[in-house]
């Protein structure tokens, strides 16, 4: 087996280019599935089981980082290289982005893992992300990160409902017309008058739901020209299986507690 001592840099840059990114995809990966498996809870209404996945959920991001730092630790003693290798690893490391699916987290992953083993003084943007490498315009994610909706062409009462039936919950909504409507007119207390649509005017919604206690949330922003207006939908569920639309969070203090 080939060591560190007989390693080149370079070689011993992409490897540990290559744990760090293993270590993000274990990540992303066990975190898709936990999802899923807090939405099968939702769904049935086991919400003691939902209360303790939420729980670990929470800890999932540090356990990876930490995972992935003791690994790097125990291949190639990253304690005793010299800092300045860093700048070889995020080169290698961008290149590795180049087809990722997730590049802008896989990022952010690796500045929370090389800032656990760098010392201070090399926290810079020669080794770290300050701005994203890739441009992710044209990436599409599989699943998509988030949905854009354009409420110009359908509509925004079709375009609400829409959005409500694409997160395919299992759980008929009780009334999803009554539902749309009163969003609709919340969300037009809301906004500005006169609310004028600018060319970009869209909606985008993350692609799955977050799950807090009993409640899932629809997160969301409406961009219009410049202007950006975020905002939670909470669906609960009754009883009989059925779901509905409890409230909206517009406001920036509300959604920062939830969050």
Same mark, same amino acid.
């Given at each position: 087996?080939?060591?560190?001592?007989?390693?080149?840099?370079?070689?011993?840059?992409?490897?540990?280019?290559?744990?760090?990114?293993?270590?993000?995809?274990?990540? /992303?990966?066990?975190?898709?599935?936990?999802?899923?498996?807090?939405?099968?809870?939702? %769904?049935?209404?086991?919400?003691?089981?939902?209360?303790?996945?939420?729980?670990?959920?929470?800890?999932?991001?540090?356990?990876?980082?930490? %995972?992935?730092?003791? /690994?790097?630790?125990?291949?190639?003693? #990253?304690?005793?290289?010299?800092?300045?290798?860093?700048?070889?690893?995020?080169?290698?490391?961008?290149?590795?982005?180049?087809?990722?699916?997730?590049?802008?987290?896989?990022?952010?992953?690796?500045?929370?893992?090389?800032?656990?083993?760098?010392?201070?003084?090399?926290?810079?943007? !020669?080794?770290?992300?300050?701005?994203?490498?890739?441009?992710?315009? &044209?990436?599409?994610?599989?699943?998509?990160?988030?949905?854009?909706? /354009?409420?110009?062409?359908?509509?925004?009462?079709?375009?609400?409902?829409?959005?409500?039936? !694409?997160?395919?919950?299992?759980?008929?909504?009780?009334?999803?017309?009554?539902?749309?409507?009163?969003?609709?007119?919340?969300?037009?207390? &809301?906004?500005?008058?006169?609310?004028?649509?600018?060319?970009?005017?869209?909606?985008?919604?993350?692609?799955?739901?977050?799950?807090?206690?009993?409640?899932?949330?629809?997160?969301?922003?409406?961009?219009?020209?410049?202007?950006?207006?975020?905002?939670?939908?909470?669906?609960?569920?009754? !009883?009989?299986?059925?779901?509905?639309?409890? #409230?909206?969070?517009?406001?920036?203090?509300?959604?920062?507690?939830?969050?």
């Amino acid at each position: 087996m080939t060591t560190v001592a007989t390693q080149t840099q370079e070689d011993l840059a992409f490897l540990i280019a290559q744990g760090t990114l293993d270590g993000f995809n274990r990540h /992303y990966r066990l975190f898709r599935e936990t999802s899923r498996y807090a939405r099968s809870l939702f %769904e049935a209404g086991q919400w003691a089981e939902i209360q303790r996945v939420s729980r670990e959920r929470i800890q999932f991001y540090e356990r990876r980082v930490t %995972e992935t730092v003791e /690994y790097l630790q125990r291949r190639f003693n #990253t304690d005793r290289l010299p800092d300045a290798i860093w700048q070889q690893v995020k080169l290698h490391y961008i290149g590795l982005l180049t087809n990722h699916r997730q590049p802008e987290l896989a990022e952010s992953f690796f500045n929370s893992v090389s800032c656990r083993i760098l010392h201070r003084s090399y926290y810079h943007n !020669d080794f770290l992300f300050v701005r994203p490498a890739l441009s992710t315009e &044209h990436i599409d994610s599989d699943p998509p990160t988030y949905r854009s909706y /354009y409420p110009a062409r359908d509509g925004l009462r079709a375009t609400i409902s829409r959005i409500l039936r !694409d997160f395919g919950l299992r759980n008929p909504f009780r009334d999803l017309h009554r539902d749309t409507r009163w969003l609709l007119r919340a969300l037009r207390d &809301h906004l500005p008058r006169p609310f004028v649509l600018e060319a970009n005017h869209q909606i985008q919604v993350l692609s799955a739901l977050v799950f807090r206690n009993k409640g899932a949330y629809a997160i969301g922003r409406i961009i219009n020209g410049s202007q950006q207006y975020a905002f939670a939908v909470a669906i609960l569920r009754n !009883d009989d299986g059925s779901i509905y639309l409890d #409230t909206v969070l517009l406001d920036f203090e509300r959604l920062s507690i939830l969050f």
